[in-house]
Nanobody
Framework: QVQLVESGGGLVQAGGSLRLSCVASGGTFSNYAMGWLRQAPGKEREYVAAISWSGGNADYSDSVKGRFTIVRDNAKNTIYLEMNSLKPEDTAVYHC?????????????????WGRGTQVTVSS
């Protein structure tokens, strides 16, 4: 079973940037499609982005498209979420997520495991 550990969260002003990282262990990383979910206080967990096992395909929610970029480094068992032009509504706990899946179609992919998360707070 793959284990996921996120890092890189913090407090940033609106318009700023952050880069989140997630290191996976305990599984063959390239067997997994990866992604990010987030949960704001009082709200349900929501999909943010997904990336295929090879890194060749990515998908984003409408709310972050054009501002966030997901990438992966299979040699380092790591994925990243580069977040730019941050808004107060991006404030949430961000969870790295995984699903054992070898396909290239990752649009609105669902995940079956995730990490504990890292807090991102965007001040206005």
């Amino acid at each position: 079973q793959v284990q996921l550990v996120e890092s890189g969260g913090g407090l940033v002003q609106a318009g700023g940037s952050l880069r989140l990282s997630c290191v996976a262990s305990g599984g063959t990383f390239s067997n997994y499609a990866m992604g990010w979910l987030r949960q704001a206080p009082g709200k349900e967990r929501e999909y943010v982005a997904a990336i295929s096992w090879s890194g060749g395909n990515a998908d984003y929610s409408d709310s972050v498209k054009g501002r966030f970029t997901i990438v992966r480094d299979n040699a380092k068992n790591t994925i990243y979420l580069e977040m730019n032009s941050l808004k107060p509504e991006d404030t949430a706990v961000y969870h790295c997520a995984a699903r054992q899946y070898g396909g290239d179609y990752v649009t609105r992919l669902t995940f079956d495991r995730w990490g504990r998360g890292t807090q991102v707070t965007v001040s206005s």
